[in-house]
């Protein structure tokens, strides 16, 4: 095997190594963008900025009562914080209570 076909080798080598790379990187892009998260599930809907609440954490409202004993997606939107793996709105508060 000559020089220049040593060289030819290790440069598609080096192409396919950088190929398989990059593929792996759009698929792990891929996964954080559909949960950025974690969250098995991933329920945050288009158009909303979901947060995790886990415990010990500071609840995103003084009014959520919801399960403490596991983590939570949340999101606010007009009529409060919702968790949109329940459907539940934790309604804003009246401003005179």
């Not at 950025?36 to 995103?60: F, Q, R, S």
């Not at 959520?64 to 914080?81: K, S």
Request: charged share 15%; proline share 6%.
């Amino acid at each position: 095997m000559g020089t220049s076909e040593k060289l030819t080798r290790g440069i598609a080598g080096v192409l396919i190594s950088g190929g398989i790379a990059a593929a792996g990187l759009e698929l792990a892009a891929g996964a954080a963008y559909a949960d950025p998260y974690g969250h098995v599930g991933g329920n945050c809907p288009a158009g909303h900025t979901c947060g995790k609440w886990c415990p010990g954490e500071l609840l995103p409202g003084k009014f959520v009562t919801w399960n403490m004993n596991f983590c939570h997606m949340y999101y606010y939107d007009y009529r409060g914080v919702v968790d949109p793996d329940t459907g539940t709105v934790y309604a804003w508060p009246l401003q005179n209570e």
